[in-house]
């Protein structure tokens, strides 16, 4: 997703936050829906406090996170490598 943001902005200038939706919106067919956050946590306290001391095996394989609403609800899930990579 970000490669595809990042060659719109080399052609593209977005000084407001209005014009930088807009890059992102044409960057994608079909558009996606733009959100601006107000506000935005800190979490990384609550890893801190769930990390281990000796490091699990597969530790440092590359993971893809994703940040959600449920019911009004902060929710995240995260799984090892996105699906149909190699």
Do not use: W
């Not at 930088?20 to 067919?29: G, K, P, Q, T």
């Not at 996606?32 to 609550?46: D, E, G, M």
């Not at 940040?67 to 090892?80: A, H, K």
């Amino acid at each position: 997703m970000f490669s595809r943001i990042a060659t719109a902005m080399r052609q593209s200038q977005a000084p407001t936050p209005i014009e930088l939706a807009e890059v992102i919106r044409r960057s994608y067919n079909p558009a996606p829906t733009v959100v601006f956050l107000h506000s935005v946590a800190n979490i990384s306290h609550a890893v801190d406090e769930r990390m281990v001391k000796d490091f699990p095996s597969g530790v440092t394989r590359f993971r893809q996170f994703k940040f959600f609403l449920q019911d009004g609800v902060p929710m995240f899930s995260c799984r090892v490598k996105p699906h149909g990579n190699t």
